[in-house]
């Protein structure tokens, strides 16, 4: 199993930015790629970001390219997600997960293990 723990979630105002973590512990060995994805109110969940934990290769929803930059720190097995230009369409809780294939999903049910998520709200 893995455990994944969010963190770094809050209020900001638009055009402020914030820097999300996600904590994984367990077998993380059994882990090749992560991903953030957010869920709006009544809306689906959303692929973010995916970052692969060997090579580093990443990838973004269309929504947030050029805003905010996936990174990992291999040592300490957390992923980072810097979000810049924050606007309150951003609102949305945040979720890190990680899959145990060699790829970047952009879909939910691609993801083995979710963490339990961090809100982010941006006000206008």
């Known amino acids: 199993q893995v455990q994944l723990v969010e963190s770094g979630g809050g209020l900001v105002q638009a055009g402020g930015s914030l820097r999300l973590s996600c904590a994984a512990s367990g077998r993380t060995f059994s882990m090749s790629a992560m991903g953030w994805f957010r869920q709006a109110p009544g809306k689906e969940r959303e692929f973010v970001a995916g970052?692969?934990?060997?090579?580093?290769?990443?990838a973004y929803g269309d929504s947030v390219k050029g805003r905010f930059t996936i990174s990992r720190d291999n040592a300490k097995n957390t992923v980072y997600l810097q979000m810049n230009s924050l606007k309150p369409e951003d609102t949305a809780v945040y979720y890190c997960a990680a899959d145990r294939r060699l790829r970047i999903g952009v879909r939910s049910n691609e993801y083995d293990y979710w963490g339990q998520g961090t809100q982010v709200t941006v006000s206008s």
């Open positions: 970052i692969i934990w060997s090579s580093g290769r990443t």
